[in-house]
């Protein structure tokens, strides 16, 4: 291996202070500020992988490096670095690289072949870092993302206790089947952990009630039946009912009432917390 390369290596691992520094002077050109201490010293161990690279024909410990990477994607996720940055300020490496080599390339010191050889070794090690950092965000936002489904699918499936062994589940929305799916493993996991007796199923703010929705409400109680809960639907609206009845479809089989309020005054729930 030519001895250029093995200076431009040793070089970068010997300058990690005049590094650090320049990549400091960098940051201070950016509006977004600049790197917590943590994430300056991940920075400057990339230095290591460039020096190996360069003196090794381009070969890193690709385990390593994956893990670097993980590392510091991990921090500035943590520390709220917005990826864009995080990439840009990671990027300033090679611009402080070829500072400290300013001296060299005036005077000649390196062939066009040395030059090219370190683009060569050097970019697609940064390509790495840029792509497998964007992998590491994703899977954040992924994961929050996931969060914040589970949270609103929880919301949309509300069981309020309202007296001991009673509660309501007001429904809000359309219900198609894998909301159905919901409600019906909601109902049945909360009736089981509430120990209720009697569950009230508010539909007044579904707007459609068609032939699938039907059935679906059908099998929710049927769940809860078996289970020894007694339903009672509440909130059919006239339009809903008119639909319902011009469709030829029967709630027989379901408890109903007209409100959610004369459900309640019917068991006397409504006069008992009155007088409380």
């Known amino acids: 291996m030519s001895i250029s390369y093995t200076y431009i290596g040793e070089k970068i691992t010997e300058s990690k202070e005049e590094l ?24 400057l161990e990339l230095l290591n992988f ?39 300020s990671i990027n300033f490496v090679k611009n402080a690289i070829w500072y400290i080599f300013e001296e060299d390339r005036l005077n000649q010191s390196f062939s066009s072949a040395t030059i090219l050889y370190v683009i060569k070794t050097i970019s697609p090690l940064f390509d790495t870092v840029t792509s497998k950092l964007s992998d590491v965000y994703i899977k954040h936002h992924q994961e929050d993302w996931e969060k914040a489904q589970e ?13 001991k062994g009673i509660a309501v589940l007001p429904l809000i929305g359309e219900i198609d089947s894998d909301r159905a799916q ?3 493993e909601t109902s049945l996991q909360q ?27 059908y099998q929710v109680v049927h769940a809860l039946e078996l289970v020894g809960v007694k339903t009672t639907m509440t909130g059919i609206r006239p339009e809903i009912a008119r639909s319902v009845v011009g469709m030829g479809m029967k709630f027989t089989q379901i408890s109903t009432k007209a409100s959610l309020h004369q459900a309640l005054d019917d068991i006397g729930l409504v006069k008992e917390l009155n007088e409380y």
């Open 20 to 43: 650090a520094l320049i990549l400091t002077e960098l940051e201070k050109k950016e509006e977004s500020g600049e790197l917590s201490v943590r994430l300056k010293e991940k920075r």
């Open 182 to 184: 919901l409600v019906m």
């Open 191 to 217: 009736s089981t952990e509430l120990d209720l007796s009697h569950l009230f199923i508010d539909i007044s703010g579904v707007p459609v009630i068609d032939t699938v929705v039907a059935h679906n409400i």
């Open 50 to 88: 460039i020096s190996e690279g360069l003196l090794n024909k381009g070969t890193y410990r690709v385990e390593s490096l994956e893990q670097w990477i993980s590392e510091t994607g991990e921090i500035g996720w943590e520390e709220g670095v917005s990826l864009q940055y995080l990439q840009t």
């Open 151 to 163: 949270v609103v699918e929880e919301l949309s499936v509300p069981v309020v206790p309202i007296t």
